[in-house]
């Protein structure tokens, strides 16, 4: 009776870990929306649009009596949030580590950004700070909220099923995005059908956006357990809250890696590249809008074509990796980023077909380049570290992937063109190609105390 009842608590305990598991795929699925209609297609051109009915003769906006110049407003935005952002992460993450409640904290940012995501319908006129505020808002609530998110992958799946789940969350993101780009696509292009205006057409799905992020946000809040904080024993015995996960544990972490400057140099490079990366995502559209003068539906096409393409470039790119090593394929990942943003130069306006070819080169390259970057890092980890390093890696990531964004607003900026703008990111992956080719990764991966892999 004790072997049935010692069965009928582990099937008990799987089975509501795989509740916790459904529930929790459902917030990729809510949030990705933004990332993917809000983010990457309708916001940057229409905030830009809506800055430049603001704009004076010149072509300049005066947010707090500083001139910028309309098409750098988004940019600039962008940017703003990226540092809100930063500063609120490690805040919030030492108050989940502390309370051991993570679901309120979940809860309160997602919809404090899909309020800002849905207010975002009231966005028209000349209302352009409006529109920095609610992108700053929405940003910086849809980070902390991921972050919040990704912490409880530990917690609700073992080490064997750590890759699965992850994999099928993201899965779920994918899905939503696309799914709700192709509805976007029909709203936005047959706006004339349905009675509503092209303006009126961008901020129905603007907000609609933050309202499916609010109604699907339901689902991981019903599943998902708060679990009580852990406490540590000091050597007298006496119990003491745990180590905050903020700013004290992040540079706790960063002086553990001076112990590894080999890792600690992988990640300087992927931190250069990688804000590449992201800053190419979210400019694309307005380079496609105000420097190529295409439509929305065209944009919507090229992102629903990079979502696709960038499931099947990861999957050869992994291929590759197995043959020529991880390393190897992500400098030639690199070098197609640099030809890529080359050619994005050269192209005519008004030649949509080029820009469908742009957004395939984008979309080979850009899921690969960024699960390799991933995986080759997690071999330069210290075994039982696992869990710190990565928290370091978001929390980095988030605090760099600014500066790509600042400089192609200064550079439009300066410039007064969106091509010097785009072809200035290359610098970032030049840079990273650089520092990447120096980092001996073998060495590193024996230095972290890890078996070295036949092909790495």
């Known amino acids: 009776m004790g072997t049935d009842t010692v069965r009928d608590e582990a099937a008990e305990e799987a089975a509501g870990r795989?509740?916790?598991?459904?529930?929790?795929?459902?917030?990729?699925?809510?949030?990705?929306?933004?990332?993917?209609?809000?983010l990457t297609v309708f916001l940057g051109p229409y905030l830009t649009s809506v800055a430049e009915e603001a704009a004076d003769a010149d072509g300049f906006v005066h947010p707090l009596g500083i001139p910028v110049r309309a098409g750098s407003f988004f940019a600039y935005s962008v940017s703003l949030s990226v540092i809100v952002a930063v500063l609120v992460m490690p805040l919030v993450g030492a108050a989940a580590d502390r309370t051991g409640r993570k679901k309120p904290l979940?809860?309160?940012?997602?919809?404090?950004?899909?309020?800002?995501?849905?207010?975002?319908?009231?966005?028209?006129?000349?209302?352009?700070?409006?529109?920095?505020?609610?992108?700053?808002?929405?940003?910086?609530?849809?980070s902390v909220s991921m972050m919040l998110?990704?912490?409880?992958?530990?917690?609700?799946?073992?080490?064997?099923?750590?890759?699965?789940?992850?994999?099928?969350g993201w899965a779920f993101g994918y899905a939503a995005g696309a799914l709700v780009l192709v509805v976007?696509?029909?709203?936005?292009?047959?706006?004339?059908?349905?009675?509503?205006?092209?303006?009126?057409?961008?901020?129905?799905?603007?907000?609609?956006?933050?309202l499916w992020w609010g109604a699907f946000t339901l689902v991981p809040l019903r599943r998902l357990r708060d679990r009580r904080a852990a406490e540590e024993e000091t050597e007298e015995g006496v119990t003491k809250e745990p180590t905050s996960p903020g700013l004290r544990q992040l540079a706790a972490t960063v002086r553990d890696m001076?112990?590894?400057?080999?890792?600690?140099?992988?990640?300087?490079?992927?931190?250069v590249y990688n804000d590449g990366i992201q800053t190419v995502i979210s400019q694309a559209s307005v380079y496609g809008s105000e420097e190529l003068g295409l439509g929305q539906s065209t944009l919507i096409g090229a992102i629903l074509l990079v979502q696709v393409l960038a499931v099947a470039g990861a999957l050869a790119m992994g291929r590759l990796a197995r043959v020529y090593g991880a390393k190897r394929t992500i400098l030639g990942s690199l070098v197609a980023w640099t030809v890529t943003l080359a050619?994005?130069?050269?192209?005519?306006?008004?030649?949509?077909?080029?820009?469908?070819?742009?957004?395939?080169?984008?979309?080979?390259?850009?899921?690969g380049s960024q699960a390799l970057s991933r995986s080759l890092?997690?071999?330069?980890?210290?075994?039982?570290?696992?869990?710190e390093y990565f928290s370091a890696y978001e929390m980095s990531d988030r605090g760099m992937s600014w500066l790509g964004p600042l400089l192609f607003g200064i550079t439009y900026q300066l410039t007064g063109s969106y091509r010097d703008a785009i072809i200035s990111l290359v610098a970032f992956f030049v840079l990273g190609f650089a520092l990447l080719a120096?980092?001996?990764?073998?060495?590193?991966?024996?230095?972290?105390?890890n078996p070295v892999p036949e092909r790495i």
Not at 18 to 38: I, K, L, M, N
Not at 439 to 445: L, N, Q, S, T, Y
Request: aromatic content about 14%; some cysteine.
């Open 184 to 210: 976007n696509l029909v709203l936005y292009t047959a706006h004339d059908s349905f009675g509503l205006s092209e303006g009126m057409a961008v901020r129905i799905c603007l907000a609609s956006a933050g």
């Open 258 to 271: 001076r112990r590894h400057p080999l890792t600690l140099s992988f990640l300087l490079a992927y931190l």
């Open 18 to 38: 795989r509740r916790e598991q459904r529930g929790w795929y459902f917030y990729d699925w809510a949030c990705s929306v933004y990332s993917t209609s809000v």
């Open 149 to 168: 998110y990704n912490s409880y992958l530990p917690q609700i799946a073992p080490a064997e099923e750590r890759d699965a789940v992850s994999s099928r």
């Open 438 to 449: 120096r980092v001996p990764v073998g060495r590193a991966i024996r230095d972290a105390g």
């Open 377 to 387: 890092f997690s071999h330069l980890v210290p075994p039982g570290k696992e869990a």
């Open 106 to 142: 979940l809860g309160a940012a997602a919809y404090v950004g899909a309020t800002a995501t849905a207010c975002m319908f009231f966005l028209d006129g000349d209302r352009y700070l409006l529109g920095g505020l609610l992108l700053i808002v929405a940003n910086a609530a849809q």
């Open 343 to 367: 050619a994005g130069y050269f192209l005519p306006a008004g030649a949509p077909v080029w820009f469908f070819v742009l957004a395939a080169g984008i979309g080979l390259v850009l899921g």
